[in-house]
């Protein structure tokens, strides 16, 4: 009661907070530059109600209230029910059996940001995270399909219908959609056969555009064929055959334990609801699951936010910081009452690693499978494609991972486009948009 009454109280599981919302007016929720993405609004007949007045853009990160609570709203709860404006204002509302002004949650979102990367992701589902590597504050949160936090009265009802029965568009996919991680996967891959072998420098591979890996057939896109490529080539140039050769030479093992030091089938350093990504390759798995594992396909899942984190540590010196979405808490009147600082979850890898990767992945960027985005930007990238099949019928998924400015990291953005073979908007395009954005 003495040391940790604010802390019980503030956790979104405490009913008790609801109360406060007898004499305080819900504070507003507000963008890093500006823009109010929720507040309440109080009508005529002097109902007050939450106003979302950018509709589905934020619907995921910010959630919704009244008939539950989501999102910000959940998890900023309780500092949106307090009130610390002037005493003197206080107790002149309180004598007018008036409600208090409510405080701010200033977030770490950017709009500018966020309406570049919802903008380029048109009509496609899909989900983005941009977080910048040396805070973890998340910049951007997109998940699509999405729904309008102003009419949950017809979200709702949409749900409980026939047709909407089985939709997911209350799930956010950016930290709870379970993605096959395609090629972006190969940058595990790479690190596991590089602390397996020291020489990975002599490392060669001799590309035909498909082989038998294990019993199983391993193609290039389209059947590329490569021809002889180093390990930098084989990264940028994302060569199926290649990182099957790799992936079949690791000790099974081992792999496992590069997978699960980069939080595969760990619990995350995020306070918001996620699903847990895994990887199931052990030291006991069947020699032919790992020409595809190696590749980013078999049975590993993995979210946005995940990828996202993973890039985070390679930007940041194989440091990781714990991602977070509430910057500081503001009373009305613009004063700070709380600021929430960066925090260092550890080490993923070691700074050596982690240049290393960089370098490779600038090569995807300048001559690889993404330079057709970036080799011509006036912004250096280091990052990586993917395509995910994600059924028998060819169609696709398109990832974009990576950072910006890689001597001095300035943005991380992890990217799924669901069904690129149908709708043709990649993951890389997305990320284009938000690069541009920010280095406008």
């Given at each position: 009661m003495s040391?940790?009454a604010?802390?019980?109280?503030?956790?979104?599981?405490?009913?008790?907070?609801d109360?406060?919302?007898?004499?305080?007016?819900?504070g507003?929720i507000i963008?890093?530059?500006?823009e109010?993405?929720a507040?309440?609004?109080?009508?005529?007949?002097g109902?007050?109600?939450?106003?979302y007045?950018?509709?589905?853009?934020?619907a995921?990160?910010?959630?919704?209230?009244?008939?539950?609570?989501?999102?910000?709203?959940?998890?900023g709860?309780?500092?949106m029910?307090?009130s610390?404006?002037?005493?003197?204002?206080?107790v002149?509302?309180?004598?007018?059996?008036?409600?208090?002004?409510?405080?701010?949650?200033i977030?770490?979102?950017?709009?500018?940001?966020?309406?570049?990367?919802?903008?380029?992701?048109?009509?496609c589902?899909?989900?983005?995270?941009?977080?910048?590597?040396?805070?973890?504050?998340?910049?951007?949160?997109i998940s699509?399909?999405?729904?309008?936090?102003?009419?949950?009265?017809?979200?709702?009802?949409?749900?409980?219908?026939?047709?909407g029965?089985?939709?997911?568009?209350?799930?956010?996919?950016?930290?709870?959609g379970?993605?096959?991680?395609g090629?972006?996967?190969?940058?595990v891959?790479?690190?596991?056969y590089i602390?397996?072998?020291?020489?990975?420098?002599?490392?060669?591979?001799t590309?035909?555009?498909?082989?038998?890996f294990?019993?199983?057939?391993?193609?290039?896109?389209?059947?590329?064929?490569?021809?002889?490529?180093?390990?930098g080539?084989s990264?940028?140039?994302?060569?199926n055959?290649?990182?099957?050769?790799?992936?079949?030479?690791?000790?099974?093992?081992?792999?496992?334990?590069?997978?699960?030091?980069?939080?595969?089938?760990?619990?995350?350093?995020?306070?918001?609801?996620y699903?847990?990504?895994?990887?199931e390759?052990?030291?006991?798995?069947?020699?032919?699951?790992?020409p595809q594992t190696?590749?980013?396909?078999?049975n590993?899942?993995?979210?946005?936010?995940?990828?996202?984190?993973?890039?985070?540590?390679?930007?940041?010196?194989?440091?990781?910081?714990?991602?977070?979405?509430?910057?500081?808490?503001?009373?009305?009147?613009?004063?700070?009452?709380?600021?929430?600082?960066?925090k260092?979850?550890?080490?993923?890898?070691?700074?050596?690693?982690?240049?290393?990767?960089?370098?490779?992945?600038?090569g995807?960027?300048?001559?690889?499978?993404?330079s057709?985005?970036?080799?011509?930007?006036?912004?250096?990238?280091?990052?990586?494609?993917g395509?995910?099949?994600?059924?028998?019928?060819?169609?696709?998924?398109?990832?974009?991972?990576?950072?910006?400015?890689?001597?001095?990291?300035?943005?991380?953005?992890?990217?799924?486009?669901?069904?690129?073979?149908?709708?043709?908007?990649?993951g890389?395009?997305?990320?284009?948009?938000?690069?541009?954005?920010?280095?406008?």
């Open positions: 040391f940790r604010e802390q019980v109280i503030a956790n979104s599981r405490n009913l008790r907070q109360s406060f919302a007898d004499v305080v007016e819900r507003d963008t890093s530059d500006g109010v993405i507040t309440s609004t109080t009508d005529e007949e109902n007050t109600y939450r106003s007045p950018y509709n589905n853009m934020f995921h990160v910010v959630g919704y209230e009244g008939r539950g609570k989501a999102g910000l709203e959940l998890s709860n309780f500092y029910l307090r610390h404006i002037n005493i003197f204002e206080r002149y509302m309180q004598l007018s059996e008036e409600k208090n002004r409510g405080d701010n949650v977030t770490t979102v950017s709009y500018k940001l966020q309406s570049a990367a919802y903008n380029a992701m048109g009509g589902n899909g989900a983005v995270v941009a977080i910048e590597p040396s805070t973890g504050k998340i910049l951007v949160m699509k399909p999405d729904y309008n936090p102003n009419n949950m009265d017809n979200v709702w009802a949409y749900l409980d219908s026939e047709e029965r089985e939709s997911s568009i209350l799930l956010n996919r950016a930290t709870q379970m993605y096959a991680p090629s972006t996967f190969k940058i891959t790479l690190l596991s602390r397996e072998n020291p020489d990975y420098t002599d490392y060669t591979y590309c035909n555009g498909s082989e038998i294990n019993g199983v057939d391993i193609h290039c896109s389209n059947d590329r064929v490569h021809g002889t490529v180093s390990i080539d990264l940028a140039y994302s060569c055959g290649s990182f099957a050769t790799m992936g079949t030479s690791l000790d099974y093992g081992k792999y496992r334990d590069t997978a699960e030091e980069l939080l595969f089938n760990c619990e995350f350093p995020y306070d918001g609801i699903n847990k990504s895994y990887f390759i052990s030291k006991n798995s069947r020699s032919d699951e790992i190696a590749i980013g396909q078999g590993t899942q993995i979210t946005p936010l995940h990828n996202a984190m993973i890039v985070s540590a390679i930007a940041n010196g194989g440091v990781l910081m714990k991602p977070y979405l509430i910057d500081r808490i503001e009373n009305d009147d613009g004063a700070k009452v709380k600021k929430f600082g960066s260092t979850y550890g080490n993923l890898m070691t700074n050596k690693e982690a240049q290393i990767l960089t370098d490779y992945m600038k995807v960027c300048s001559y690889g499978t993404a057709g985005y970036f080799s011509g930007t006036p912004y250096e990238v280091a990052g990586k494609t395509t995910a099949e994600y059924d028998n019928q060819g169609h696709c998924n398109s990832w974009f991972v990576g950072f910006s400015n890689p001597d001095n990291p300035d943005l991380v953005v992890s990217v799924i486009m669901e069904d690129y073979s149908t709708y043709g908007i990649t890389a395009s997305v990320a284009k948009a938000i690069f541009d954005a920010y280095y406008q």
